[in-house]
């Protein structure tokens, strides 16, 4: 429940006539938010062909548009939206930050024109849930003018210290709270961090084995010693990850800057994947298929989780498969590799003769 709104109101809507708030956010896949200029011509062009290939297109109006180009890319998203049909896709955009000259217009231009196919607006540099009471009044105010007949969702980056602290209160803030990312470069440069990427790890950042110890004991502090690189964003996608699955919503990684190193991109949202996170963004055509990868369940874990719901009949008691304990807990993981598995072939019909292709025996 939010902080000012009582319980039995936090799900009636905020304008009159505006429409109903969601009770559930609905577990759409968006293994890739994939983030394309309106502006450039060039990007523009290989939308329409990318549909049905990606899970979210998204309309992006904040950083990386120059502002010259602001409105440009306001009216192209436009135009795009009003000449495309999504099918499958969702269609997301980044609107500027609530503290640019930018947002207001970006907002009372989209909703009208294009708020019947708009999925989720993703709102930069969140800091608390005033920033989302905000949104959430003037959408409502939007969507009622325009005769709207589905609430737009909101989506809110982290990229500030002070939203990374309010994480709860951020995902509690309204019913149209459809998840969280990260926005690992403006929270670097807001925490003072010293890094100068967008997103991935540091060689900076790692841990070293002890020394090993000579004949009498002493350690050997001149011997080589292997180190570990660590993950910079570890605690905050953890703290995300909490807060987006006590208030039923969902948690993406976010950037990564370095378009040409595919391995590292992978490792970085692989972790993402295993902590918790359902997707990530892609900011180039190629990193859609790394991150489709990655945020699919693998056809070995598919089969595994099946195996041990056959094996553990009505989900009670415990089990040993493979010289391994089975029991209700390790049942509720292998359920949400399932369902997942189950979502995702429901609009990958390459996933779907795989996952279709796998035998159970118990
Ligand atoms: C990163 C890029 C600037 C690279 O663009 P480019 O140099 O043109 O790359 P290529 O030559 O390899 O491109 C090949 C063709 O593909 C098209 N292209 C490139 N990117 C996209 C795209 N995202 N969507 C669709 N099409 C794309 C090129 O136009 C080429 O076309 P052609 O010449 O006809 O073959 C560029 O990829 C880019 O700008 N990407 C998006 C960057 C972005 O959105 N950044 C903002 C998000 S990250 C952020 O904001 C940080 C975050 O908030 C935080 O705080 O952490
Ligand atoms: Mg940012």
């Given amino acids: 429940m939010s902080g ?8 009636r809507p905020l304008a009159v006539g505006a429409p109903a708030p969601l009770t559930e956010i609905p577990a759409r896949p968006s293994r890739a938010i994939h983030f394309f200029d309106p502006s450039n011509p060039k990007m523009a062009a290989k939308i329409p062909d990318m549909v049905g290939k990606v899970d979210v297109l998204l309309g992006n109006l ?70 989302i009471h905000y949104v959430d009044r ?5 969507e009622a003018k325009a005769g709207l007949e589905r609430p737009i969702l909101i989506h ?7 939203g990374v602290a309010n994480v709860e209160e951020i995902c509690a803030a309204s019913p149209r709270m459809q998840g969280l990312s990260l926005g690992p470069a403006d929270l670097a440069a807001d925490r ?19 020394p090993p110890k000579n004949e009498l004991g002493v350690a050997d502090i001149n011997a080589a010693r292997t180190t570990y690189q660590q993950d910079l964003w570890h605690y905050t996608i953890a703290r995300m990850v909490d807060a987006c699955a006590m208030h039923g919503i969902y948690p993406y990684y976010g950037p990564f800057g370095d378009i040409a190193d595919e391995v590292a991109c992978e490792d970085q949202f692989r972790n ?13 055509p190629k990193q859609i ?52 598995a189950e979502q995702l072939a429901a609009i990958d019909p390459e996933l779907k003769a795989q996952y279709d292709a796998i035998e159970v025996d118990a």
Avoid at 4 to 11: E, G, L, N, P, V
């Fill in 4 to 11: 000012s709104r009582s319980a039995k109101d936090f799900f």
């Fill in 62 to 131: 904040e950083d990386a548009i120059k502002a010259d180009n602001k409105t440009a890319a306001r009216e192209g998203l436009v135009k795009i939206a009003q000449e495309t049909d999504f099918g499958p896709t969702q269609l997301w955009t980044r609107i500027n930050s609530l503290d640019s000259p930018w947002v207001l217009d970006d907002l009372t231009t989209l909703v009208p024109a294009i708020g019947d196919k708009l999925d989720v607006i993703m709102v930069p540099k969140v800091q608390g849930a005033e920033d």
């Fill in 138 to 142: 003037l959408l409502a105010q939007l």
């Fill in 156 to 162: 809110a980056i982290l990229e500030t210290a002070r």
């Fill in 192 to 210: 003072r961090m010293k890094t100068t990427r967008v997103g991935g790890g540091h060689p900076g950042y790692l841990v070293r084995q002890d």
């Fill in 272 to 284: 993402a994947f295993l902590l918790g996170c359902v997707g990530t963004w892609s900011l180039h």
């Fill in 289 to 340: 298929a790394i991150a489709n990868r990655v945020f699919s369940p693998s056809v070995e874990d598919v089969a595994h989780a099946r195996r041990v719901a056959a094996a553990m009949g009505d989900g009670t008691g415990a089990v040993m498969l493979d010289g391994k304990m089975e029991d209700d807990a390790s049942l509720k993981q292998c359920l949400v590799m399932v369902e997942l």
